[in-house]
């Protein structure tokens, strides 16, 4: 069975920081890209930041760019979200997904993914 298991989420004062991690099994983690996403009520799921299969290759959206840091160790199997400088605009159900690395396109395209986890909150509020 595949599974992404997402945990890390929680209560945080504006300026605030979290790690959000992925842990994973089921599949051949090093041939897949790893992605967070975050769906806020009333909004479509996002994308915020992927890694590549190695490690080398990063992308984030602009809203978090220079706050959000995403790395994986393909030792353990798991992937890291370090969120920095929390906003209330942060908070959202967040998510990790999974694609193979070779598989083209936006890595913000959730119909790209084959594997998803089930999500974990984050609140930013005082």
């Known amino acids: 069975d595949v599974q992404l298991q997402a945990s890390g989420g929680g209560l945080v004062q504006p300026g605030g920081s979290l790690r959000l991690s992925c842990a994973t099994s089921?599949?051949?983690?090093?041939?897949?890209?790893i992605a967070w996403f975050r769906q806020a009520p009333g909004k479509e799921r996002e994308g915020v930041a992927c890694v590549g299969s190695s490690g080398e290759r990063t992308y984030y959206a602009d809203t978090v760019k220079g706050r959000f840091t995403v790395s994986r160790d393909n030792s353990k199997n798991t992937v890291d979200l370090l969120m920095n400088s929390l906003r209330p605009e942060d908070t959202a159900v967040y998510y990790c997904?999974?694609?193979?690395?070779?598989?083209?396109?936006?890595?913000?395209?959730?119909?790209?993914?084959?594997?998803w986890g089930q999500g974990t909150q984050v609140t930013v509020s005082s």
């Open positions: 089921g599949f051949i983690f090093d041939d897949y890209a």
């Open positions: 997904a999974a694609r193979p690395q070779a598989r083209r396109g936006s890595y913000s395209d959730t119909g790209s993914y084959d594997y």
